[in-house]
């Protein structure tokens, strides 16, 4: 398994701001994923985030609203800009590792 | 277009009975299947998993049925505990690294 970390843990932000999100993991890993997930909702994949490569964004999200960095195999960085209060979620980072995928405990953001 | 569906939004099973959760899924393509429980403010955590090329995996309490077929799955838990009270998600993937489609979600509640 993996053990991830994600700063922060919370955070409440103002419309028209915006938060980076970093996930750090305890190994070196290829792959790493950003999830959000709304209230009541699924999981939803927002993009596939590999060292050395532009990230792949999922149908309805795009690099401006949620740029992703990967600087090395054990971390990287999800922003969401210009909040608005739809953006209210959680956000989680997982890491595909020997066939499966393990998940940080997620960034609860409120935008208010 | 959810290609991953928990029908059953939650479920109360008393101690020691059998829980049963159901998944259906539509993209055939689909090949790779998850069971993930998730305690409030923590992420995900990997429960068990199934390729398509069974019908049955079983780890201690936890069992997962695939029905190709009909393109179902379900988790049985038994006996049920109230450690086992948090949200169930199933997961799809093609292949074993790859990302994931995740369904809605079954809340289940052990009772004493």
């Known amino acids: 398994s993996a053990v991830i970390s994600q700063k922060p843990s919370r955070d409440i932000c103002q419309r028209g701001t915006s938060l980076t999100i970093q996930c750090q993991v305890d190994?070196?890993?290829?792959?790493m994923f950003w999830y959000r997930q709304q209230p009541g909702q699924s999981l939803t994949l927002i993009a596939t985030?590999?060292?050395?490569?532009?990230?792949?964004?999922e149908s309805g999200f795009v690099i401006d609203k949620f740029p992703i960095s990967r600087p090395n195999l054990t971390f990287s960085t999800l922003t969401v800009s210009n909040m608005s209060p739809e953006d209210s979620s959680i956000y989680l980072c997982?890491?595909?590792?020997?066939?499966?995928?393990?998940f940080g405990p997620g960034t609860r953001l409120t935008v208010l | 277009d959810q290609q991953v569906k928990q029908n059953s939004p939650s479920l109360s099973v008393q101690e020691g009975r059998i829980s049963i959760l159901n998944c259906d899924y539509t993209?055939?393509?689909?090949?790779?299947f998850l069971w993930y429980k998730k305690y409030p403010a923590e992420g995900p955590t990997f429960l068990i998993s199934?390729?398509?090329?069974?019908d049955k995996n079983e780890d201690g309490r936890f069992t997962v049925f695939l029905n190709k077929s009909a393109k179902h799955l379900s988790l049985h838990i038994v006996p049920s505990q109230p450690g086992d009270s948090a949200v169930y998600f199933c997961?799809?993937?093609?292949?074993?690294?790859?990302?994931?489609?995740f369904g809605t979600g079954t809340r289940l509640q052990v009772t004493l």
């Open positions: 997982s890491v595909g590792l020997a066939g499966f995928q393990f």
């Open positions: 190994s070196q890993v290829t792959m």
């Open positions: 985030a590999n060292q050395g490569s532009e990230a792949t964004y």
């Open positions: 993209n055939s393509m689909f090949d790779y």
């Open positions: 199934i390729s398509s090329i069974k």
């Open positions: 997961a799809a993937g093609t292949g074993t690294a790859s990302k994931l489609t």
